[in-house]
């Protein structure tokens, strides 16, 4: 198998898949390529804290926009990754069980991020 990044998005990889000929002795390989593209797949979380940490934004005047951008990245941290194409797939098959553990473990970590971005500022400030 070859693969090889290709050019534009960044998310195309071009692949060749190699089999032996069905007509020909299994010496010789028949292949294809085909265009993989990657770009709709994205942690499920993602949109979930960022839309979080940009609504909680108000009740955190002190936080500027690079604080913001550390607390989503420490609550995406602290997440489980859940990879998908698409967030109605994981919706679909989730119990309501399921739904109020991801509802509780994104509340906790966004708490503790927010938390957790304010005390380094409190200390850089400190030392400053």
Not at 42 to 52: P, T, W
Request: glycine share 4%; hydrophobic share 45%; charged share 20%.
């Amino acid at each position: 198998m070859f693969c090889s990044l290709k050019g534009g998005s960044g998310f195309d990889f071009v692949v060749q898949l190699a089999w032996p000929s069905v007509h020909q002795s299994s010496h010789y390989l028949s292949s294809y390529f085909m265009i993989i593209n990657f770009e709709q797949v994205h942690n499920y979380f993602e949109r979930l804290v960022f839309e979080a940490v940009a609504s909680l934004a108000s009740s955190y005047p002190d936080y500027g926009a690079d604080m913001l951008a550390d607390v989503a990245c420490v609550a995406l941290n602290r997440l489980p990754a859940r990879y998908l194409r698409h967030d109605v797939d994981m919706m679909f098959y989730l119990t309501e069980q399921e739904r109020s553990a991801i509802n509780d473990a994104l509340d906790e970590a966004l708490g503790f991020a927010f938390a957790f971005v304010g005390e380094r500022q409190s200390k850089r400030s400190e030392l400053a």
